[in-house]
Protein backbone atom coordinates (compact mmCIF):
# COMPACT_ATOMS: atom_id res chain seq x y z
CA UNK A 1 0.00 0.00 0.00
CA UNK A 2 2.80 2.61 0.98
CA UNK A 3 4.36 1.71 -2.32
CA UNK A 4 0.99 2.87 -4.84
CA UNK A 5 1.14 5.61 -2.40
CA UNK A 6 4.79 6.81 -2.90
CA UNK A 7 4.54 5.55 -6.73
CA UNK A 8 1.56 7.94 -7.15
CA UNK A 9 3.20 10.95 -5.45
CA UNK A 10 6.06 10.48 -7.69
CA UNK A 11 3.88 10.47 -11.17
CA UNK A 12 2.19 13.29 -9.64
CA UNK A 13 5.20 15.43 -8.75
CA UNK A 14 6.59 14.26 -12.11
CA UNK A 15 3.30 15.52 -14.04
CA UNK A 16 3.35 19.02 -12.27
CA UNK A 17 6.96 19.48 -13.62
CA UNK A 18 6.46 18.73 -17.03
CA UNK A 19 3.25 20.98 -16.71
CA UNK A 20 5.60 23.91 -15.10
CA UNK A 21 8.07 23.35 -18.05
CA UNK A 22 5.62 23.28 -20.46
CA UNK A 23 6.45 25.92 -22.87
CA UNK A 24 9.49 28.60 -23.49
CA UNK A 25 9.30 31.50 -25.52
CA UNK A 26 12.04 31.63 -28.17
CA UNK A 27 12.16 35.55 -28.43
CA UNK A 28 10.29 35.43 -32.20
CA UNK A 29 6.56 34.53 -30.82
CA UNK A 30 6.97 30.89 -31.02
CA UNK A 31 6.80 28.49 -27.90
CA UNK A 32 9.00 25.43 -27.37
CA UNK A 33 6.40 22.22 -27.71
CA UNK A 34 6.36 20.39 -24.57
CA UNK A 35 9.48 18.46 -23.53
CA UNK A 36 9.92 14.98 -23.92
CA UNK A 37 10.26 13.33 -20.73
CA UNK A 38 13.65 12.40 -22.07
CA UNK A 39 15.61 15.66 -21.28
CA UNK A 40 15.79 16.76 -17.97
CA UNK A 41 13.42 19.83 -17.05
CA UNK A 42 16.10 21.61 -15.55
CA UNK A 43 19.16 20.25 -17.22
CA UNK A 44 21.83 17.70 -16.58
CA UNK A 45 23.32 17.47 -13.50
CA UNK A 46 27.45 17.24 -13.62
CA UNK A 47 28.42 14.30 -15.32
CA UNK A 48 25.36 13.22 -16.40
CA UNK A 49 24.05 13.28 -19.72
CA UNK A 50 20.68 15.33 -21.26
CA UNK A 51 18.62 13.05 -20.16
CA UNK A 52 20.11 13.34 -16.47
CA UNK A 53 20.64 9.79 -16.44
CA UNK A 54 24.78 9.42 -14.96
CA UNK A 55 27.25 9.64 -17.94
CA UNK A 56 29.92 7.12 -17.73
CA UNK A 57 33.18 8.35 -16.67
CA UNK A 58 34.59 11.89 -16.63
CA UNK A 59 32.49 14.81 -18.74
CA UNK A 60 34.45 14.85 -22.03
CA UNK A 61 33.94 16.95 -25.29
CA UNK A 62 34.70 15.77 -28.45
CA UNK A 63 35.00 15.95 -32.18
CA UNK A 64 32.09 14.85 -34.50
CA UNK A 65 31.88 14.64 -38.58
CA UNK A 66 27.74 15.72 -40.10
CA UNK A 67 26.24 17.81 -42.55
CA UNK A 68 27.74 20.89 -40.88
CA UNK A 69 31.41 20.34 -41.08
CA UNK A 70 33.55 18.62 -37.73
CA UNK A 71 31.97 20.54 -34.43
CA UNK A 72 31.93 20.01 -30.78
CA UNK A 73 29.85 17.44 -28.96
CA UNK A 74 29.84 15.70 -25.82
CA UNK A 75 30.96 12.03 -24.62
CA UNK A 76 27.73 10.83 -26.06
CA UNK A 77 28.01 12.43 -29.40
CA UNK A 78 24.96 15.37 -27.95
CA UNK A 79 25.72 18.73 -30.09
CA UNK A 80 26.53 21.58 -27.77
CA UNK A 81 26.80 25.45 -28.51
CA UNK A 82 27.31 28.64 -27.69
CA UNK A 83 25.05 31.31 -27.09
CA UNK A 84 25.71 34.81 -28.48
CA UNK A 85 24.03 36.66 -25.84
CA UNK A 86 27.50 35.33 -23.73
CA UNK A 87 30.25 37.62 -23.45
CA UNK A 88 33.26 36.13 -21.90
CA UNK A 89 32.99 33.31 -19.90
CA UNK A 90 29.95 34.23 -18.27
CA UNK A 91 26.91 32.78 -19.00
CA UNK A 92 23.64 34.44 -19.45
CA UNK A 93 21.58 31.15 -19.69
CA UNK A 94 19.78 31.16 -16.39
CA UNK A 95 15.91 30.19 -15.85
CA UNK A 96 13.48 29.12 -18.97
CA UNK A 97 16.83 29.29 -21.12
CA UNK A 98 18.38 26.92 -18.91
CA UNK A 99 15.39 24.47 -19.38
CA UNK A 100 15.52 24.69 -23.14
CA UNK A 101 19.21 25.27 -23.38
CA UNK A 102 20.72 23.24 -20.51
CA UNK A 103 24.76 23.90 -19.38
CA UNK A 104 26.87 21.22 -19.57
CA UNK A 105 28.12 20.53 -16.18
CA UNK A 106 30.61 19.34 -14.53
CA UNK A 107 32.20 18.38 -11.33
CA UNK A 108 35.56 17.64 -11.76
CA UNK A 109 38.09 18.63 -15.09
CA UNK A 110 36.38 17.88 -18.75
CA UNK A 111 38.14 15.80 -20.47
CA UNK A 112 39.77 16.47 -24.19
CA UNK A 113 38.74 13.66 -26.64
CA UNK A 114 40.61 13.25 -29.87
CA UNK A 115 40.44 16.68 -32.06
CA UNK A 116 39.86 18.64 -29.13
CA UNK A 117 42.53 21.29 -28.11
CA UNK A 118 42.53 20.92 -24.60
CA UNK A 119 43.94 24.25 -24.20
CA UNK A 120 40.65 25.50 -25.13
CA UNK A 121 38.79 23.67 -23.10
CA UNK A 122 37.87 25.61 -19.35
CA UNK A 123 35.09 25.53 -17.13
CA UNK A 124 33.39 28.94 -15.69
CA UNK A 125 30.79 28.96 -12.02
CA UNK A 126 27.43 29.32 -12.89
CA UNK A 127 25.22 32.01 -10.38
CA UNK A 128 24.38 28.32 -7.94
CA UNK A 129 28.09 27.76 -7.92
CA UNK A 130 27.94 24.59 -9.97
CA UNK A 131 31.33 24.62 -12.79
CA UNK A 132 29.70 24.79 -16.67
CA UNK A 133 32.05 23.80 -19.27
CA UNK A 134 33.98 26.26 -21.47
CA UNK A 135 35.36 25.89 -24.91
CA UNK A 136 37.61 28.89 -26.31
CA UNK A 137 36.27 31.13 -23.79
CA UNK A 138 32.26 30.22 -24.50
CA UNK A 139 30.35 28.50 -22.27
CA UNK A 140 28.54 24.90 -23.79
CA UNK A 141 25.37 24.14 -23.77
CA UNK A 142 22.79 21.30 -25.40
CA UNK A 143 19.46 21.95 -26.77
CA UNK A 144 16.43 20.15 -25.29
CA UNK A 145 14.84 19.77 -28.61
CA UNK A 146 18.14 17.65 -29.95
CA UNK A 147 16.59 13.85 -28.93
CA UNK A 148 19.71 11.82 -30.50
CA UNK A 149 23.36 11.77 -31.31
CA UNK A 150 23.83 13.85 -34.20
CA UNK A 151 20.65 15.88 -33.97
CA UNK A 152 21.73 19.84 -34.71
CA UNK A 153 18.19 20.68 -34.17
CA UNK A 154 19.33 24.05 -32.35
CA UNK A 155 21.26 25.41 -34.87
CA UNK A 156 20.73 28.95 -35.81
CA UNK A 157 17.87 29.30 -33.32
CA UNK A 158 16.88 33.02 -32.19
CA UNK A 159 16.31 32.16 -28.43
CA UNK A 160 16.19 33.93 -25.01
CA UNK A 161 17.35 37.04 -27.08
CA UNK A 162 20.43 35.88 -29.18
CA UNK A 163 21.64 33.55 -31.78
CA UNK A 164 23.05 29.69 -31.06
CA UNK A 165 25.35 28.10 -33.07
CA UNK A 166 27.59 25.25 -32.79
CA UNK A 167 31.25 25.16 -32.46
CA UNK A 168 34.29 23.71 -34.55
CA UNK A 169 37.02 22.29 -33.08
CA UNK A 170 39.31 25.79 -33.09
CA UNK A 171 36.55 27.26 -30.69
CA UNK A 172 34.54 29.08 -33.57
CA UNK A 173 30.82 29.39 -34.08
CA UNK A 174 30.00 27.80 -37.21
CA UNK A 175 27.00 29.99 -38.60
CA UNK A 176 25.71 28.32 -41.52
CA UNK A 177 21.95 27.23 -41.65
CA UNK A 178 21.25 23.68 -40.72
CA UNK A 179 20.32 22.00 -43.54
CA UNK A 180 16.75 21.37 -43.74
CA UNK A 181 15.05 18.16 -45.03
CA UNK A 182 17.72 15.92 -43.48
CA UNK A 183 17.43 14.23 -40.11
CA UNK A 184 18.55 15.88 -37.17
CA UNK A 185 18.72 18.96 -39.19
CA UNK A 186 17.72 22.58 -37.70
CA UNK A 187 15.09 24.85 -38.72
CA UNK A 188 16.16 27.75 -37.22
CA UNK A 189 13.38 28.21 -34.45
CA UNK A 190 13.53 26.58 -31.07
CA UNK A 191 10.46 24.25 -31.44
CA UNK A 192 11.79 21.00 -31.22
CA UNK A 193 10.99 18.24 -33.99
CA UNK A 194 10.16 20.75 -36.64
Not at 103 to 111: A, D, E, K
Not at 156 to 183: F, M, Q, R, Y
Request: aromatic share 6%; proline share 8%; charged share 15%.
Amino acid sequence: MRHTARTAATAAAVALLAAAVGGCSNGGGKTTASPSPTPSATGPKAGASPSGSPAAGAVSVQVRSGRLGTILVDGQGRTLYLFVADKGRTSTCYGDCAKAWPPLLVTGTPQAGDGVRRELLGTTTRRDGTKEVTYNGHPLYYFIGDRHPGDIHGQGSNDSGAKWWVLDPSGKEITKPAPTGSPGAGTGSATPGS
